[in-house]
């Protein structure tokens, strides 16, 4: 007999989802605060929805492995530091274990696993065919010199090599890592693998440079899929892309590429605020000469000294006013994009949001209450499993032309990644409108149903 969402919200508001019985099944605390938990939780929503196995549900309910390191790097004043690392490996139901390695200073073991839990979703919402592992090191790389960061990167790989290959589990860039800290753990790998020829062990991680077997489109691709999701979604919601206003919450990779595309479409991104402050121009900022002051100074603050603008940008003013962070939460916009960290819309500033849409380009970037506050306030969540898929999808391109040794143009990347994510927003839509739930619920069930046909298929050995 099918669940019906009542049926299953109902439950929730009884304390169904903190106090489902496979919390103690598989050995989680049913703390509501825990990341992990959380994260769980939103899933079993979905997975009673449709009436997904048990046996799924205890398997996706804990990550497959949790690996953890402590290496010693020397630093440049000659004494060493302990590091400590993390790969979660979630599940590989699908395909090798595939997910990013963040460089920050609050990576911790129940964040790593939730963002591996994610990328097992992620990848199942696109149908590339990876399952999820996440991985980090705690550290802060702004602190360290490039010698201590190579250094790290290496270390770090070689404490790890035994457990990642191109077959078996494929990192990428994330948060405080890039595309050269990706060719130093390509290259580690190869020297310690003993694999033969360029183009395999290389293949244990995407994010490349181009000139060590990276995907042309990949740097810009979690920025791009946003923006192919916004242009299947936003029609629907009468919002038109080319001139709506935005705000971006993170100026790093993803937002920057989002901020970039979107503005050359004709839209106005009209505030920005990172870890260095808010700026605003309600005429919209040039977007492409402030990436160029970020990629300089490491943040937004300065970008008022400007004169001019710099001229790339199509819509906007001429320069732009420090604003507080509460003036950014609340600046009225059409689309507001997270694209930084984890938990950073709760509740108080779900409040303050004045926009139509929330587009979740970073991972897990809003609360349970924050979510429960945009709900009732009616603002849409495009959910960060849909809404920034497009990096892996890339990332699958890259290790298919790595694998296969040949390479796409940059054309045939774009139009691949806007067939896919098209693809995964219209069976999130299907999957809303059939259950009747938000978007959030909808990617969960949409991923769910993917993973639960493939158990079916392959059973459980033995
Ligand atoms: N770190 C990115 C993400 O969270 C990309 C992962 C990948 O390309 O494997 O989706």
């Known amino acids: 007999m099918s669940t019906t969402a009542t049926d299953v919200n109902q439950s929730a508001d009884a304390g169904g989802t903190e106090w489902d019985p496979i919390f103690d099944e598989v050995g989680l605390p049913k703390d509501p605060t825990n990341i992990y938990t959380q994260t769980v939780a939103s899933m079993l929503q979905a997975a009673e929805i449709i009436n997904l196995r048990h046996r799924v549900r205890i398997i996706l309910a804990q990550p497959k492995n949790e690996i953890m390191v402590h290496f010693p790097v020397r630093m440049d004043d000659g004494h060493h530091k302990l590091f400590k690392g993390y790969r979660v490996q979630h599940n590989n139901a699908v395909g090798p274990y595939k997910g990013g390695l963040r460089f ?25 065919p990876f399952g999820g592992g996440k991985g980090g090191v705690n ?4 602190e360290l010199s490039p010698g201590e960061l190579e250094r790290v990167s290496r270390r770090f790989t070689a404490a790890i090599a035994n457990d990642i290959g191109p077959d078996y589990d494929i990192p990428a860039p994330d948060v405080g890592t890039t595309a050269e800290i990706m060719a130093w753990i390509a290259d580690t790998y190869g020297a310690l ?52 206003r935005v705000s971006l919450l993170g100026f790093g990779n993803v937002g920057s590429w989002a901020a970039k595309i979107l503005s050359d479409l004709g839209a106005n991104v009209v505030a920005v605020m990172d870890h260095t402050g808010a700026i605003r121009n309600t005429e919209g900022l040039d977007v492409h000469a402030l990436a160029d002051h970020v990629a300089e100074h490491g943040g937004v603050a300065g970008f008022e000294k400007k004169t001019g603008t710099g001229g790339h940008a199509r819509h906007c003013g001429e320069g732009c ?95 691949e990644l806007n067939r896919i994510m098209c693809m995964a927003a219209r069976r999130t839509i299907v999957a809303k409108q059939k259950y009747d739930v938000s978007m959030r619920l909808a990617s969960y069930i949409a991923a769910l149903e993917h993973l639960g046909d493939i158990y079916n298929h392959r059973g459980i050995w033995p």
């Not at 604003?323 to 916009?333: A, C, K, Q």
């Not at 587009?359 to 969540?381: F, K, W």
């Open 104 to 128: 920050h200073q609050d990576v911790h073991l129940d964040d790593v696993k939730s963002l591996a839990f994610l990328m097992t979703m992620k990848c199942a919402l696109v149908r590339v």
């Open 139 to 142: 550290c802060n790389p702004r």
């Open 193 to 244: 693998s003993g694999r033969h020829g360029p183009a395999d062990p290389f293949a244990v991680v995407t994010g490349k440079p181009i000139a060590v077997g990276g995907s042309l489109g990949r740097e810009k691709a979690t920025g791009q899929g946003v923006v192919d999701v916004l242009r299947e979604m936003l029609p629907d919601l009468d919002i038109p892309v080319e001139d709506m």
């Open 321 to 415: 006013d420090v604003i507080s962070e509460d003036d950014f939460w609340t600046t009225p916009v059409d689309v507001f994009i997270p694209a930084a960290l984890e938990g950073m819309v709760n509740e108080e500033r779900a409040k303050q949001l004045h926009c139509r849409v929330v587009a979740e380009a970073a991972n897990a970037p809003t609360t349970p209450e924050g979510d429960a506050v945009l709900a009732s306030r009616g603002i849409e969540v495009i959910p960060d499993m849909l809404c920034n898929a497009g990096g892996v999808t890339v990332s699958y391109f890259e290790w298919v032309q790595n694998r296969s040794n040949v390479t796409w143009d940059v054309e045939q990347v774009d139009r």
